[in-house]
């Protein structure tokens, strides 16, 4: 494994720079690690509704930014007393999203450093039963991406207010608020330290664990040239970012074990049609599939039955039972 140094904070050009490693960097005998922060920005999950995630008027009040990354699962709010990491791998034979066998090495590393953190439920690590890394991954081509947000000191009431999180997610959770559900990790440390003298010891505990000494990749000036134009094509714009908000006569929501699940679809001549599917859900494909082969179907639940009969869910949505699915549009 070697390490990758990105110091710049702006979450439009730190995106683009994690996707051109994740897609482009030689993983023939070797597999990237690399932290970095970012300025006030809330990220966004690639299937989410952003007009549903985002509290509007403080964000833009406050200049926070909205960034969409490419996988999957819920929104996240960051500052600088945050540190994201991302590791870049080989699939190892799994082509599925598998979050325990790619972030024990985080956990491992935060209780070398006197962290007591354990991984829990579908994609968090937390403290005393708080969360303190949200985690997410995409898996492509061989690759795997596993990233991961670390709440360091980050301004809770930010946190708290910049994001609109759902009532039933936090039943989910038996909490009431965001903020009651969420830790710093700083308060748990033995001694003060900085952000950034956290961020060098946690990269160091992360090759300690994995037995290794840290060997730096640098990226030449081509490979800067491709995360600046991924950056330029897709991070820099609104359309990648926000999307549209979907107008839809019908819309229903419903969590699952794998995450949340929303529909939006209108109804003409007995027929579904601008159907778009959100969520904080984690896939392997591109739910535009599912969108493209329901548009257009007959709104009866024998037909969209026999249209999904020989597609396979769980690459798009995770481990989900094809009757619940169909049975949302139905409620």
Not at 48 to 75: D, L, P, S
Not at 87 to 111: M, Q, S
Not at 151 to 172: C, G, Q
Not at 223 to 247: C, D, H, Q
Request: glycine share 6%; with cysteine; aromatic share 12%.
């Amino acid at each position: 494994m070697k390490y990758i140094v990105n110091n710049s904070h702006d979450p439009e050009y730190n995106m683009a720079f994690e996707e051109y490693c994740f897609r482009n960097l030689p993983l023939e005998d070797e597999e990237y690690v690399f932290l970095w922060s970012n300025s006030p920005t809330i990220l966004l999950g690639k299937n989410q509704n952003t007009y549903q995630e985002i509290n509007e008027k403080y964000i833009n009040e406050n200049g926070i930014k909205v960034v969409r990354r490419i996988t999957g699962g819920g929104a996240i709010y960051q500052d600088l007393q945050n540190i994201n990491f991302s590791f870049v791998t080989k699939t190892k034979g799994n082509e599925k999203i598998d979050f325990k066998k790619y972030y024990i090495p985080i956990v491992n590393a935060l209780k070398k450093i006197g962290v007591d953190a354990e991984l829990s439920g579908r994609n968090d690590v937390t403290i005393d039963g708080q969360k303190c890394i949200g985690a997410s991954q995409s898996v492509w081509q061989g690759r795997v991406l596993s990233d991961g947000s670390i709440l360091f000191n980050v301004e809770m009431e930010a946190l708290s207010k910049a994001l609109t999180v759902r009532k039933e997610k936090l039943e989910s959770k038996g909490v009431k608020s965001v903020r009651s559900r969420v830790t710093n990790i700083k308060p748990y440390l033995k001694r003060d330290i900085t952000v950034d003298q956290f961020k060098d010891e946690l990269l160091k505990a992360i090759f300690e664990v994995e037995n290794q000494e840290p060997v730096e990749y640098k990226l030449s000036e081509e490979e800067l040239k491709g995360v600046m134009k991924i950056y330029e094509e897709r991070f820099s714009r609104k359309e990648w970012n926000y999307g549209a908000s979907p107008k839809a006569e019908y819309s229903y929501y419903e969590r699952f074990p794998i995450g949340s699940i929303e529909v939006f679809f209108n109804v003409e001549k007995m027929k579904i049609n601008s159907l778009k599917i959100h969520g904080d859900f984690f896939g392997t494909a591109d739910k535009a599939d599912i969108e493209e082969l329901l548009n257009g179907c007959e709104y009866s639940e024998s037909v969209l039955t026999q249209k999904l009969s020989d597609v396979d869910l769980t690459p798009y949505f995770g481990n989900i039972e094809k009757e619940a699915f169909i049975g949302m549009f139905f409620k």
